[in-house]
């Protein structure tokens, strides 16, 4: 829990200045509890992250010497102290929520987020009608954000970029209290060093991972880290990508908001002109979110059922596959156990003319799992690949029973897959050819 809690809630106290998304709670201190995913890394000091780094540092160089093209999947949550994580998410969290209320009151709200689009003036009026800036200081703010007199959320991204360089505070309205509070407020010293040491980290991994040909997998985490965790990793696709896909985001396609951050991802790549690098998955930390949200009494961020799941994978899968037929600066790695998604991607592939041998679409299913899926795809000239979980056994077996609960029709595939592995021998055997 005292690793959950940022320096400046412990010094200042009042948890109810925070949003109740990013707050501790002593009920949630275990993150291995309703988790099927990988362990989430808790602890109080640098040193760790940088053992974590040597560690990712040898994968690196493990899967380059394995296999060509290989990849290679980091956590930052074992790279960046989960401290910063949180308060970062809550920070990107408020500056988002203020644009979709500007959006609102221009009568926007319920919009695609790259359908809303706000205008200048008004909100420049709106801006110091709440005293958070004049009208000649918000004209500076815009001056560089192009010609349309208008603003997306992705122009509204780089201004909180450029404004939080400025030694004057960003202040923004507290939608509780109607107040105006520094945005950065709770932004330490330490925690702004912690954010050059992580981006520094990805930095080394990035450079070694480029000069091995390999690919980093940057994997997806809970809710209330992962929009720090999104915003780092763009911010090494922007290093990293410039001319071929290096660094792979995760998009967890059981979150309500998969869509939006898929498709304001890609246009971002677009008009910066980096290529796009995603791995799409379900989710792995369903159960754990559902059960915090309602406790902390927050919007639940979980699709509400697992068949809009499925609607939302195959959407954010589908715009993926249409840019990349598109632009060709995009890849996407298609990691499901779930045939139907497979059948989908493939069927979509054909109608788009996207070819295995174009390397733009690979599949990922776990080693040991799903092989009647993974080895028709590689003998078909797919890129396919197995995901390694590596670690002593104690802590590796409760991971792999982790992601079985997680998929519930584990044992009824896993019964299908001994069936057929009972067909191929019988086939084998009456031919004669046992061994091909």
């Not at 009824?412 to 009456?430: F, I, T």
Request: hydrophobic share 35%; net charge positive; glycine share 8%.
């Amino acid at each position: 829990l005292s690793s959950r809690t940022s320096a400046a809630e412990k010094e200042m106290g009042g948890a109810e200045k925070w949003e109740k998304q990013y707050q501790a709670h002593q009920g949630f201190g275990d993150h291995h509890g309703g988790v099927t995913g990988a362990h989430t890394y808790f602890y109080a000091d640098e040193a760790k992250c940088d053992q974590h780094m040597e560690t990712f540092l040898r994968c690196i160089d493990a899967s380059s010497g394995s296999s060509e093209d290989g990849f290679s999947a980091i956590k930052l949550t074992a790279l960046a102290r989960p401290q910063f994580l949180v308060r970062f998410s809550e920070v990107l969290g408020k500056w988002r929520r203020f644009f979709h209320q500007m959006a609102a009151e221009q009568g926007q709200a319920g919009r695609a987020v790259l359908d809303t689009k706000l205008e200048v003036e008004k909100l420049q009026e709106a801006l110091a009608n709440l005293g958070i800036a004049s009208k000649a200081e918000s004209q500076q703010w815009f001056t560089g954000l192009g010609t349309s007199g208008t603003v997306d959320l992705l122009d509204w991204n780089s201004l909180f970029d450029s404004r939080t360089k400025l030694s004057r505070p960003l202040l923004i309205p507290n939608r509780t209290t109607g107040q105006l509070e520094p945005l950065l407020s709770h932004f330490s010293e330490e925690e702004e060093l912690q954010m050059k040491r992580v981006l520094q980290r990805m930095d080394v991994l990035a450079k070694r991972a480029t000069e091995k040909g390999v690919r980093l997998m940057v994997d997806a985490e809970q809710s209330y880290f992962q929009p720090a965790i999104s915003r780092l990793t763009v911010e090494t696709q922007r290093r990293f990508n410039s001319s071929r896909p290096i660094i792979y985001n995760t998009y967890q396609c059981y979150l309500r908001e998969a869509y939006n951050n898929v498709t304001g991802d890609v246009e971002l790549s677009r008009r910066e002109g980096w290529h796009f690098g995603a791995k799409l998955v379900r989710g792995a930390y369903m159960e754990q979110e559902r059960e915090r949200a309602a406790q902390m009494g927050y919007k639940d961020p979980i699709n509400p059922t697992y068949e809009k799941t499925n609607e939302m994978y195959h959407r954010c899968l589908d715009y993926v596959l249409e840019e990349i037929t598109r632009s060709r600066k995009a890849s996407v790695m298609v990691a499901s156990h779930n045939e139907d998604t497979v059948k989908f991607t493939l069927r979509r592939m054909m109608e788009l003319g996207i070819h295995p041998s174009d390397k733009k679409v690979c599949f990922g299913q776990l080693l040991g799992m799903c092989d009647q899926i993974t080895f028709p795809l590689g003998q078909a000239g797919f890129p396919v690949y197995k995901y390694v979980p590596y670690g002593p056994v104690k802590e590796v077996l409760p991971y792999l029973s982790r992601r079985a609960q997680e998929n519930r029709g584990f044992m009824h595939r896993a019964n299908r897959e001994r069936d057929l592995l009972w067909k191929e021998v019988k086939r084998r055997l009456l031919t004669g050819n046992l061994f091909s």
